[in-house]
């Protein structure tokens, strides 16, 4: 699943193209992928491209914007100025002929370029939502990880009095959204804190060095455009990241820690391989 970085990456590179696109026509090509009624979009403009936690948000002229969500298996597409772009879940369409079988929704600019949304396992989706909805979704989740509403205080607040994992507790979107498993992986592994710590178990120095060490992966992976794990994939321009080649636990069980030569550990929290150093993170 597509966390913070990736999602950003998606949003910055569709920033630059869709702004100013008028929609001639929206093909929705499975129902479930789709909410709304996609012709009362036709022939407005879109203002601006947004992010809030893991959604993109298509700001459009009139009573309904567009929110997007990948999750699994979700993909933009933008075809159109002589370039193809956008991002989400690596495969085969990032590099073929599209439409392909899981096309699920198509949207039509007047000036003949394309915003193709495939989702294989169809768990994604886009949904035309007026402002009040549009509100009422974003208050489900807690400030985004890279916001500066994060702070050292607000993890003291909310996080200091809980008995779950560290690890659980960054990743959980009710808290603080944006954070899966790999970058929660890192962060901690940068902070020195073992995923296994209760939250309540971290003193003032620890949650500091953790705020400063999420803030910094996401950073990093919003500035290599977010990891790409299918090896097949990762030289896709305007699709493909490349904070997989800088991560230092995540994925690397067994392999040494590149700080201190230990092996990689991996144990599963929450239904979730977490990795770490048995030495650098206590
Ligand atoms: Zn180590």
Redesign the pocket.
Known sequence: MPELPEVETVVRRLAKVLPGKVIKSIEVLRDKSFQGKSNQLKARQIIRVNRRAKMIHLEIEGDHDLLIHLKMTGQLVFVGNGQKIGGGHPTGDWVNELPSNHTRAIINFQDGSILYFNDMRVFGWMRMLDQPALEKEFNRYGPDANSDELTVDYFKKVFAHRSIPIKQAIMDNVLLSGIGNIYASEALFYAGIHPQRSAKSLIHAEWKKLHQAIRMVLDEGIKAGGTTFDGKYVNADGLAGHYQDKLMVYGRAGEL?L??Q?KIGKIKLAGRGSYF?P??QT
């Open positions: 820690c700080n201190c230990t150093c030495r650098c």
